[in-house]
């Protein structure tokens, strides 16, 4: 119904900067929100940022004044750009998209993207 793909993750020296995109296709009839979960090692999934179609953003306290999250609604995509990179960021990154979808039935749903693994190291 809804797929996403994630690119830009790689590995980076603390300080650093990485720009991680993520585009949504499918039967997309309204797409609500986009944003970034990610998994450390040893550790639960947790909010990272998330954009609501009108602009409102969610950011998580750990990475305020350093992420930044955007969307081009035209494109479906959503951007995360993060900045002053510290290893506790080392993770695994997920798209996330809660849209409206009208095939097979008319119905909101979370849908996720595959991870792509950021890793801050010197």
């Known amino acids: 119904q809804v797929q996403l793909v994630e690119s830009g993750g790689g590995l980076v020296q603390p300080g650093g900067s990485l720009r991680l995109s993520c585009a949504a296709s499918g039967s997309i009839a309204s797409n609500i929100a986009m944003g970034w979960y990610r998994r450390a090692p040893g550790k639960e999934r947790e909010l990272v940022a998330t954009i609501t179609s009108d602009g409102y953003r969610n950011v998580a306290d750990s990475v305020q004044g350093r992420f930044t999250i955007s969307r081009d609604n035209a494109k479906n995509r959503v951007y995360l750009q993060m900045d002053i990179l510290k290893p506790e960021d080392t993770a695994v990154y997920y798209c996330?998209?809660?849209?409206?979808?009208?095939?097979?039935?008319?119905?909101?749903?979370?849908?996720w993207g595959q991870g792509t693994q950021v890793t801050v190291s010197s």
């Open positions: 996330y998209c809660r849209a409206l979808v009208v095939i097979p039935t008319r119905r909101v749903g979370d849908y």
